[in-house]
Structure formats: C-alpha cells, structure tokens
C-alpha cells in the first residue's frame, strides 16, 4: 500500500527561501519502505549558466534538533534559464516508525544552499513515514475556555515551523484526549497536517492521542543497531 506524503506550507524563522516556481510531492510504499519524490522546479534564479547548480532535498528526523542532512539522491542539475524540469527520484526511508520531513534547496557550486519556495517565505514541505508514527509529541494544553487545544513539543523538537498551535479534536472521542489535558505527560499525537491553513483554522486534525512510551522526551540515537532495538526503544 503506498500513503500519500503531507505537504505542510511552513513559515520559515531562517532566511526565507528564493521565489523559484517549486512544487515538491511524495508517497512511502508501506510494503518496501521505498520513499518516492516528485520535483517540478522554473529556474528564474539563474539566468547566466547553470553548470554546477544542482536541486537537493534536505532531510530533517522531526523530534530532532540533529542539523538536517542532504537526503542521498543522484544529482538533480538545475534546467535553464526559465525553464521547467520534473524529477521522479527515490529513497529508502532511513528509519521505520520515524517522520521525516523534506525541503527543496538549491546547491550552489560554491557549497552554499538555498531553500526553494513558490512564493514569499514559504516552502513546501513533505512528511513521510514508513509505519506508524507520530505528527508531533509532546504535551496537550488547553485555553481558558477548554474548546482550543494545542501541543507543547519536547523540549528536542526544534521544528517549530511546523504549527502545532491549533488541533482539531473532532475527529475522536473526548474520553481519548481529555484525561491528557494539562496533565504535564508527553503524549504521541497522531493525524493529518494541513498543508494550507486557512485564517483561524487548525493545522492539525488529529485521529489518535496516546501516551508516549519509554522516556517519552528521549533524544532519537544517531545510530540503530536492528529494527528490533529501534522499535524497542521507541514503540
């Protein structure tokens, strides 16, 4: 079965990323753990030549604050002046039961990156896991009036470009999520998040809340030894 990825517009708190017409899609093949890419990009940054130019994805652990790393794809070379390339690449997803989230950059010849969004400072991201995990974990609040909830990450998730501000509960049964109000315990929150959000709108629809297992704010390790370690430890 393959999943549709989700594509979150995301406010960047860094330099915004140049105004290149960019679209980035992907889907993860749940029997293989094969991530899958589309990239259309209009180059209207470089106008003289283009050798040495090329498009990467920067791949990021979410619930890291692990620098994010150039996901290992074969060269992608940025088209001509004005002109449009799409790219169907692939890559195995590093580590079941994670997400992991993808931007489009442009890589310079002299080594420095640049984020590609359609327009001001937004770009496109993508969310994918192979397995079930989480869109966020951390600690469910809730306003004054009880009707808006929202989630204090971990203290390592360092993606606060991501908006975890407004949730919407509707989707589940209260007795799911209301012993976890306030109650200072991590939980793993589970569902959909939008990719445009319109004024007012949650970002956010849940389908699941449960209590984080293990040390729940644990950092993820750089490495893993088998599947059955990583899922020990974090499932």
Not at 45 to 71: F, H, M, N, R
Request: net charge negative; aromatic share 8%.
């Amino acid at each position: 079965m393959v999943f549709k990825s989700l594509i979150v517009a995301a406010a960047l708190l860094a330099a915004g990323p140049a105004s290149a017409l960019v679209d980035l899609q992907g889907v993860c093949d749940q029997a293989t753990g094969q991530f899958s890419f589309t990239v259309v990009v209009v180059n209207d940054l470089v106008s003289g030549s283009t050798d040495g130019y090329q498009i990467v994805l920067e791949q990021t652990l979410a619930g890291s604050c692990d620098k994010p790393s150039l996901a290992n794809l074969p060269p992608l070379a940025l088209p001509a002046w004005q002109e449009e390339a799409i790219y169907e690449v692939e890559l195995g997803a590093p580590w079941p039961e994670r997400t992991w989230l993808y931007r489009a950059a442009l890589l310079h010849p002299d080594g420095e990156l640049e984020l590609l969004g359609p327009f001001g400072d937004v770009t496109p991201i993508v969310s994918l896991a192979w397995g079930r995990a989480p869109a966020v974990r951390g600690v469910l609040e809730a306003d004054a009036s009880g009707t808006r909830f929202h989630i204090v990450p971990c203290e390592q998730d360092c993606d606060q470009w991501l908006c975890y501000q407004d949730l919407d509960l509707s989707r589940i049964h209260p007795s799911q999520y209301e012993p976890h109000i306030r109650s200072g315990e991590a939980v793993d929150v589970y569902g959909d998040l939008l990719a445009y959000v319109p004024a007012g709108g949650a970002c956010l629809y849940v389908s699941e809340v449960e209590p984080s297992r293990g040390d729940p704010c644990a950092a993820v390790p750089v490495e893993a030894t088998s599947w059955g370690a990583l899922k020990s430890a974090y499932r």
